[in-house]
């Protein structure tokens, strides 16, 4: 139990975010953002940050690249599980929130670039903290 609390801190850390943020009521807050589409580009934001994190949390130098695939996969429908869960806890079990599709596409869309950068940066990241970890 201890080493998944490890290895997951980050994307533990961010889930209890994005809960926090998701079942939070914000109607009452005295300025309301004025940018078009905020909360859209909000929600693609965590939900790239997740697959993001959960996508580092997965992979190491010594993972070949070749099975990158399976670990992307894995993040992102993780990301979009997670994403759909809390737009039903928002529909169903939140007052003054509101399940909604578009945040879900914004979630999914935000899921899937996010692995997608992750599959590029990851790497040579994991590859350079390997080295620093290692005092070369």
């Not at 961010?14 to 009521?25: D, G, K």
């Not at 039903?88 to 945040?103: H, K, S, Y």
Request: proline residues 5%.
């Amino acid at each position: 139990m201890i080493h998944f609390l490890k290895k997951y801190l980050p994307t533990l850390l961010l889930i209890s975010c994005i809960a926090f943020l998701s079942t939070a009521n914000f109607s009452d807050m005295p300025i309301q953002p004025t940018l078009p589409y905020m909360d859209k580009i909000v929600h693609f934001l965590m939900y790239f940050g997740l697959s993001f994190i959960f996508l580092e949390d997965e992979i190491s130098p010594s993972k070949p690249r070749r099975l990158y695939g399976k670990y992307m996969l894995r993040a992102f429908l993780f990301a979009t599980f997670i994403g759909g869960a809390f737009e039903l806890v928002q529909l169903f079990l939140v007052e003054g929130r509101a399940g909604d599709w578009m945040d879900f596409a914004a979630n999914c869309t935000g899921a899937l670039f996010g692995v997608l950068t992750g599959y590029v940066i990851l790497p040579h990241l994991s590859q350079l903290l390997f080295k620093i970890k290692r005092g070369n």
